[in-house]
T-cell receptor, first 113, second 113 residues
Framework: DQQVKQNSPSLSVQEGRISILNCDYTNSMFDYFLWYKKYPAEGPTFLISISSIKDKNEDGRFTVFLNKSAKHLSLHIVPSQPGDSAVYFCAASVLVRDDKIIFGKGTRLHILP | DGGITQSPKYLFRKEGQNVTLSCEQNLNHDAMYWYRQDPGQGLRLIYYSQIVNDFQKGDIAEGYSVSREKKESFPLTVTSAQKNPTAFYLC????????????FGAGSRLTVL
């Protein structure tokens, strides 16, 4: 059973516009969420995270929003740049239980010129 | 520079052969992980280790084995029992298991001929 779901395998966005990547989760115990970015043939790199005590966290062009009641989080990238073209993984874990991190299947973002 | 080194980057193996992928970290992290990435499957956890001389099976441990004799090293052996070993393998580490940011290596691509 998939606990972290990224239902869009791919997304295309015009350069300069906003990219919105979505993630849903089923485990209500999750209290820490992360986004990773991955280029082909490289390891993922950490992008941004959010604790369940917050509903928004911002870092430069990247903002993550958390809606606990809907068990949904989203990553906003604005403005989108060509270097943002990559696969984005959503991940979640239960902080208080020191559990391992569960990853979604990823969304491939294409930034169009 | 601190980081995770995976070797080899590319590896070819004949069916029926065991192969060992190396993972070394100099980040002084306690926890280490092995993930497998397949197209459309995201990152799936094979094995993880929270401390030296201890490790646990992840979601897809069958056909794999690991050891953790040193804090810095967490080699993964892909045995002949693994039915579909061709994949991109990622090693990661963190300060401890659970809701901490994972640092990933660059990955090793294994192809079985």
């Amino acid at each position: 059973d998939q606990q972290v779901k990224q239902n869009s395998p791919s997304l295309s966005v015009q350069e300069g516009r906003i990219s919105i990547l979505n993630c849903d989760y089923t485990n209500s115990m999750f209290d820490y969420f992360l986004w990773y970015k991955k280029y082909p043939a490289e390891g993922p790199t950490f992008l941004i995270s959010i604790s369940s005590i917050k509903d928004k966290n911002e870092d430069g062009r990247f903002t993550v929003f958390l809606n606990k009641s809907a068990k949904h989080l989203s990553l906003h990238i604005v403005p989108s740049q060509p270097g943002d073209s990559a696969v984005y993984f959503c991940a979640a874990s239960v902080l208080v239980r020191d559990d391992k991190i569960i990853f979604g299947k990823g969304t491939r973002l294409h930034i169009l010129p | 520079d601190g980081g995770i080194t995976q070797s080899p980057k590319y590896l070819f193996r004949k069916e029926g052969q065991n192969v060992t992928l190396s993972c070394e970290q100099n980040l002084n992290h306690d926890a280490m992980y092995w993930y497998r990435q397949d197209p459309g499957q995201g990152l799936r956890l094979i094995y993880y280790s929270q401390i030296v001389n201890d490790f646990q099976k992840g979601d897809i441990a069958e056909g794999y084995s690991v050891s953790r004799e040193k804090k810095e090293s967490f080699p993964l052996t892909v045995t002949s029992a693994q039915k579909n070993p061709t994949a991109f393998y990622l090693c990661a580490s963190s300060w401890n298991s659970g809701a901490n940011v994972l640092t990933f290596g660059a990955g090793s691509r294994l192809t079985v001929l």
